[in-house]
């Protein structure tokens, strides 16, 4: 009670200062140690093992947040089963002109278009590397500099970088930030990226003693074609998973319509149909046994557990979290709990995809 008092003042107190400049404030106090621990009870039921790890539950913190790998274990110890770090690419780059990040509080919405600013793979290394030891589940987001000849050389490179430091990959393709970054996703350019990035992955295999898993991320601007395409490629090059989705550029049903017509990547509440739709779609597509981590809009405890149930293995946030404040992590998990008692469910993988027909179906209107 008064954790959630301090935690809705700080929240005031962040809106009132421009978005970035408030995120900023909120990685130094995570990494000051200000925020106070609050791992919810261990509930077995919620771990999923996946691969060779074990998520001590289903929810993740999305990729960046904390793009520079200044943060993973304080985000760990908010309740996360796991943490994403990223994106980042090989050479540190500043990214767009601020402003960059806009909130549509109206909408519980962000719109960003920072454009993977981040201080470049040795930096991040040394954080990982100082960290080594420390266990938990963090992820790391490769992605390509926006000046680079060979964009697939860049995910080749990242994966290089931290196979020994990285418990998961995802190749990020879907950053609507970087001019050119989301043709990676069509047929043939895919293929390759794909056969490059799974192949450095092997290469490492044998030097880190573990097959690091490859998750892909995509967009959900995506029509039901390529959809198609995309699920047909991650099969046969057996990438190891799937993350639906990054933000969309789309610009539906907004109140907030001033600030909507930022550019940029649109999260949060206006998001979830949308991605809930194309990670229903997806599951469809991929079969029942691919690992896919749902994100997109989960803001509550109820939008968490519909996730699980239109096909998400794991669960991601970000938006949620600048809304709702980390008291929300907690939330989800007992929510996610209970709906296992009220559902006579021993397991929470039994919820994966139990409404994936309904979701798959829905028409974007
Ligand atoms: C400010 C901001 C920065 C983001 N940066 C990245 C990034 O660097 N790499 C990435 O893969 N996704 C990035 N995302 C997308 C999130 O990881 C996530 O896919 C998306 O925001 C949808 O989830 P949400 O509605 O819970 O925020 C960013 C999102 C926000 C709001």
């Known amino acids: 009670m008064v954790l959630s008092l301090v935690d809705g003042l700080a929240r005031k107190a962040l809106f009132s200062m421009d978005p970035e400049t408030a995120h900023g404030l909120t990685i130094k106090a995570l990494s000051s140690g200000l925020f106070p621990a609050c791992e919810p009870a261990a509930d077995g039921r919620l771990a999923v093992k996946l691969f060779d790890l074990t998520f001590p539950n289903p929810l993740g913190l999305a990729a960046g947040f904390d793009k520079n790998g200044e943060v993973p274990d304080a985000v760990l110890r908010l309740g996360f089963g796991f943490a994403e770090v990223g994106t980042v690419t090989p050479r540190a780059q500043t990214g ?36 080594r030891h420390r266990g938990g589940i963090v992820g ?14 860049d995910y080749v490179a990242g994966i290089e970088a931290f196979a020994d430091l990285a418990s998961y990959f995802t190749v990020n393709i879907s950053s609507p930030n970087t001019p050119g970054l989301r043709d990676l996703q069509a047929r043939d350019a895919l293929r390759d990226l794909l056969k490059r990035s799974l192949h450095a992955r092997d290469d490492a295999s044998e030097r880190v003693g573990r097959k690091v898993p490859v998750f892909l991320k995509i967009a959900p601007d995506i029509d039901d074609k390529a959809m198609e395409e995309i699920a047909e490629e991650v099969l046969a090059a057996k990438v190891d998973g799937l993350i639906v989705s990054n933000t969309t550029i789309s610009r539906d049903h907004l109140k907030d319509s001033a600030t909507a017509k930022e550019a940029g990547g649109l999260s949060g509440r206006p998001l979830f149909r949308k991605s809930t739709i194309a990670l229903a779609r997806m599951r469809k597509l991929v079969g029942p046994q691919l690992p896919i981590i749902g994100v997109g809009g989960i803001d509550s405890p109820e939008t968490a557990w519909t996730k699980i149930a239109a096909g998400a293995t794991l669960i991601q ?49």
């Open 96 to 131: 767009n002109p601020r402003p960059r990040v806009f909130r549509l509080p109206a909408d519980h919405g962000v719109i960003n278009r920072y454009g993977f600013n981040n201080e470049g793979h040795a930096a991040m290394r040394a954080r990982l590397e100082a960290r």
């Open 317 to 365: 946030l970000y938006t949620g979290l600048v809304y709702e404040g980390p008291g929300l992590v907690r939330r989800i998990l007992s929510h996610l709990s209970k709906q296992l008692d009220s559902n006579g469910l021993g397991h929470i993988s039994e919820a994966v995809g139990a409404n994936v027909d309904a979701w798959a179906d829905v028409r974007e209107d």
């Open 140 to 153: 790391v987001n490769v992605g390509a500099n926006k000046d680079a000849g060979d964009r697939i050389a």
